[in-house]
């Protein structure tokens, strides 16, 4: 519940100091904001990710089914609950390596995903 007053507030502040802002100050955001993304330095960038998404596209169904399968396959395993779930955490984190190896470039994907550190 406290969440959700939080998110009330913020809506509500925004909403004040944006109407108070004008639409003058908007446009002129807005202008600045374009000018921004049509460098050519941006659309460089958008260039390549719109190429990598593309061509990874189709992998991620297969990689996905595959991760999902060995997690549902740990969960209906024999054991206690609490070795189901420890066989659950760690073929869900198998499943994950496997669908970061399917999809992302090898060279990108060796963050440590608890402290969100890239290592290069």
Same mark, same amino acid.
């Given at each position: 519940?406290?969440?959700?007053?939080?998110?009330?507030?913020?809506?509500?502040?925004?909403?004040?100091?944006?109407?108070?802002? +004008?639409? @003058?100050?908007?446009?002129?955001? *807005?202008?600045n904001?374009?000018?921004?993304?049509?460098? !050519?330095? &941006?659309? $460089?960038?958008?260039?390549?990710?719109?190429?990598?998404?593309?061509?990874?596209?189709?992998?991620?169904?297969?990689?996905?089914f595959?991760?999902v399968?060995?997690?549902?396959?740990?969960? +209906?395993? @024999?054991?206690?609950p609490?070795? *189901?779930?420890?066989?659950?955490?760690?073929?869900?984190? !198998?499943? &994950?390596? $496997?669908?970061?190896?399917?999809?992302?470039?090898?060279?990108?994907?060796?963050?440590?995903?608890?402290?969100?550190?890239?290592?290069?």
């Amino acid at each position: 519940m406290r969440g959700k007053l939080i998110f009330v507030a913020g809506m509500a502040t925004g909403y004040v100091l944006g109407s108070r802002a +004008g639409r @003058e100050r908007y446009n002129q955001i *807005k202008k600045n904001w374009l000018k921004v993304w049509n460098t !050519d330095m &941006v659309q $460089d960038k958008v260039e390549v990710v719109q190429g990598f998404a593309k061509a990874r596209l189709s992998e991620v169904p297969g990689a996905v089914f595959a991760g999902v399968k060995k997690v549902s396959t740990a969960v +209906g395993g @024999e054991g206690t609950p609490g070795q *189901k779930l420890d066989r659950t955490i760690a073929k869900t984190k !198998d499943a &994950v390596d $496997d669908v970061a190896d399917r999809v992302l470039p090898h060279d990108d994907h060796t963050s440590n995903p608890s402290t969100g550190t890239t290592s290069k």
